[in-house]
């Protein structure tokens, strides 16, 4: 089974029941300190890991001594204010002792559903990545309302980890997997060690009982799996209370894989390759060389510009002989790439008014 340590981009999501003590609403903070441990070890590995935590609105509610249950939306959006700075500093305190900087992402829907957006937030992960921060992520709790909300952090973890490319995601849960059926009610119901392929029969045995304290029941966690797996990266659902919750897992503890099958670059260049251009690019003979040794496209090498399209959007990249080579996601509108198109990447300040990315397509952003 898949270890941890093989892992070169890990997201872990926490769930509100493990860092929120629910009798008391206060931070279990003995635990957050082994997490942080746990954070350190993969770290030291030469793991990459961001932290999608739950708790902010746990947090306040205690702070603001409002109801367990039944918040309103302004309620939550309000514990949610005071509860995620709590969060962040309890995250800042506990990661500082291992020599780990720690920062705050908060995302919404649109962050990473909107094309633009989503080019924009997995620019920031990578260069937070390589600079070794960890980022503790949750929901943008007070601007996000119902309709345009992801609501649970199990679908914006398995999101996080389809933007920054991870190749594992683990579920720290209060669960320790997923049961052929709810175990709090059928004795005989057993845990699936190793799930390949989300079937309909596993979709319709995932129940939808939460905990209480945190939003994402089973159908949450089988649409994460989806669309972690489909982004190329393996997911595990485990049981996260004990103190150190990580190496647990690494140590043989009950849990349940969800395997892919293909890796994480394959899978986002697939999903460039199937979307339909909305204009296109035709290269001169020096830029197709140099995509063809994996560089990124420069303003410099484009002839000329097909269409009309926004930032984000796919375009086709054709050779001098408008022979199509490949597509890829455009960071300039079809306005701005015909300002720049021919000129080099230190003009486009220049020519634009505003500096922009210095790179037209970057290469991770094409299928060839
Ligand atoms: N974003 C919410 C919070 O931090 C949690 C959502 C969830 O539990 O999945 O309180």
């Given at each position: ?168 995601l ?8 997923f ?13 699936y060690?190793c799930i390949e392929?989300i ?22 966690k089988i649409?994460a799996a989806k669309?972690a797996t489909?982004?190329?990266c393996a997911m595990v659902i ?18 349940t894989w969800f395997t892919a ?108």
């Open positions: 089974m898949a270890s941890l340590t093989q892992a070169k981009r890990l997201v872990v999501k926490i769930g509100s029941a493990l860092l929120v003590d629910k009798a008391t609403g206060a931070l279990r903070s003995a635990w957050l300190h082994g997490l942080a441990e746990d954070v350190a070890w993969l770290k030291a590995q030469g793991t990459q890991v961001v932290l999608v935590s739950s708790g902010s609105i746990a947090l306040g509610r205690g702070a603001l001594k409002l109801p367990e249950s039944d918040l309103a939306l302004e309620q939550s959006q309000a514990a949610a204010a005071v509860g995620q700075i709590r969060l962040a500093r309890a995250y800042e305190e506990a990661l500082a002792p291992h020599g780990i900087i720690t920062a705050q992402v908060l995302m919404t829907l649109e962050d990473t559903s909107d094309r633009r957006r989503y080019l924009n937030s997995r620019a920031t992960f990578e260069q937070l990545l390589s600079l070794g921060a960890v980022a503790i992520v949750n929901e943008n709790d007070t601007v996000a309302t119902d309709e345009i909300r992801f609501g649970d952090n199990d679908r914006l973890a398995a999101q996080i980890a389809a933007t920054i490319g991870a190749d594992q683990v579920l720290l849960s209060d669960v320790d997997g049961y052929t059926a709810n175990p709090q009610d059928d004795a005989t119901a057993t845990r060690a392929h079937t309909a029969d596993i979709e319709a045995m995932a129940g939808d009982a939460g905990s209480g304290l945190s939003k994402g029941g089973m159908k949450t649409m669309a489909a982004a190329g485990c049981e996260g209370s004990g103190m150190r919750p990580l190496s647990a897992l690494e140590n043989g503890a009950n849990c099958t293909l890796d994480p670059q394959t899978a986002r260049k697939r999903w460039i390759a199937n979307m339909k251009p909305k204009g296109g690019v035709t290269l001169d003979t020096g830029a197709v060389r140099a995509l063809l040794d994996g560089k990124s496209l420069l303003p410099a090498g484009v002839k000329s510009t097909i269409g009309a399209f926004e930032r984000g959007d796919p375009v086709a990249i054709n050779d001098p002989d408008g022979h199509q080579l490949g597509l890829g996601l455009i960071r300039y509108t079809a306005q701005e790439t015909r300002t720049i198109q021919g000129h080099q990447s230190h003009e486009i300040l220049d020519l634009l008014g505003y500096s922009g990315r210095a790179a037209l397509i970057h290469r991770d952003d094409m299928a060839l």
